[in-house]
């Protein structure tokens, strides 16, 4: 039997599907939230988008004109004809072309592009790539991977889930920098995500008519896939990536032993008396809190040190997590970007170092656009009295939770 066959039958068992993946609108909506803000007329390429539940919602949403990508036509006839019975006929075009080939799209002509639960046909380093020259300034690119979440999946779950090549989060978070992006968002996504699909999948293949070429391997794979996921969902998961590109005026990169005395000018000049830089000096004489590798700067264009940010290590409870402190821009580079530009990195490094959780005492109005969230959301609370909204944490790994508790602080920090 020809692999067309078998990939025919794979793609007709899954028509019809509202998705032919994990997913759902919450999720969807999460993403877009993070993805933005947009144009008021965003301009969308949706890749790999099926019957174009994601396109449908981008474009009634988002207002966006979205087109829509996918080698299967019977998927983009089914679009089409929905678009038209939602009023969204003009704000839909249905494109039938091989994701794996953008060439047809000019650079920079998406403010978005979005490839939720297609991009392990071409890999996700591949989608990475191709996918940043089209994207327009201040524009992002949404992707969905399949992920292991644990360190030593089991046999049968690297057997089936194997020929994806699936990496862990920290792995696809450190192909997204190394392919010049960083991260606004890192979702899970929940078993919610995957039981819907899957109940949906299971009935398919119970009524489907397996006398037809390659349908019988197609039900045998649907199931496969159904039971894998029933006997260890545990050992992987899917999660979503809002990415940008990381922006070019500002070179952030762990710092050096050349960079000390302009991280101290750096830090004592952002802050009105000295004690932040003293609290570094003292953060990096405790082998304890200090994590070679998240101390980084922003330089600018002729190498001046811009801005600073550090992580060391703290405890919530009884597990480690990471104290984002201090965060200081020079003078001159402020409300420039250069302080964003080097949270982002140094947050990124941590994610690429398989780091689940970070808190932070900052301004409610700034640190949000980062993805913290307060606190007390998580059951997390300092040892001393601050404003709620003040005190902050965020899960790096895309996890729904953290574990509550209390935040033990460096002794450095004196609280």
């Known amino acids: ?114 490839a939720e639960g297609s991009a392990h046909l071409i890999g996700f380093d591949t989608a990475l790539a191709s996918c940043r020259r089209l994207l327009a300034p201040d524009g992002s690119l949404v992707v969905t991977a399949c992920e292991w979440t644990t360190a030593a999946p089991p046999a049968a779950a690297r057997a089936f889930r194997g020929r994806a090549a699936p990496r862990t989060t920290a792995g696809n978070c450190a192909a997204v920098s190394a392919a010049g992006y960083t991260l606004r968002l890192v979702h899970r996504l929940p078993g919610s995500d995957w039981d819907e699909y899957h109940a949906q999948l299971a009935a398919r293949a119970d009524a489907a008519d397996t006398r037809t070429p390659g349908t019988a391997e197609a039900v045998a794979g649907a199931r496969a896939e159904i039971a894998v996921r029933r006997d260890h969902g545990d050992a992987y998961g899917c999660t979503g990536y809002v990415c940008v590109p990381a922006d070019p005026r500002w070179r952030a990169r762990p710092e050096t032993e050349a960079d000390l005395a302009a991280v101290r000018e750096v830090v004592t000049a952002a802050f009105p008396t000295p004690d932040e830089a003293r609290l570094v000096d003292a953060l990096r004489r405790d082998p304890d809190a200090w994590l070679p590798g998240l101390s980084y700067v922003a330089e600018a264009a002729d190498g001046t040190v811009a801005a600073y940010a550090l992580l060391t290590r703290c405890r919530v409870g009884d597990a480690p997590a990471l104290a984002l402190a201090p965060v200081a821009t020079a003078p001159r580079f402020q409300r420039t970007g250069a302080g964003r530009a080097v949270v982002r990195a140094v947050l990124d490094a941590a994610r690429a170092r398989g780091e689940v959780l970070v808190v932070v005492l900052g301004h409610p109005a700034y640190y949000p656009g980062f993805g913290f969230e307060r606190a007390s959301a998580y059951g997390i609370k300092p040892t001393f009295d601050v404003p709620d909204d003040a005190m902050m944490a965020m899960t790096l790994d895309g996890s729904a939770a953290a574990a509550g508790g209390t935040i033990r602080y460096p002794a450095a920090f004196g609280v």
Request: proline share 6%; net charge neutral.
């Open 1 to 114: 039997m020809s692999d067309i066959t078998l990939h025919d039958a794979f793609l007709a068992l899954r028509h019809g599907l509202p998705r032919q993946g994990p997913g759902s609108d919450d999720t969807s909506r999460r993403l877009l939230a993070a993805a933005g803000p947009l144009p008021a007329r965003p301009r969308v390429l949706d890749l790999g988008c099926g019957r174009g539940r994601s396109a449908l919602l981008l474009a009634a949403e988002a207002g966006a004109q979205v087109t829509a990508v996918d080698v299967h036509q019977p998927s983009l006839d089914e679009l089409r004809r929905a678009a038209g019975v939602r009023g969204l006929g003009d704000a839909v075009r249905t494109v039938r072309a091989d994701m794996a080939d953008l060439s047809a799209f000019p650079d920079g002509s998406f403010d978005l592009v979005w």
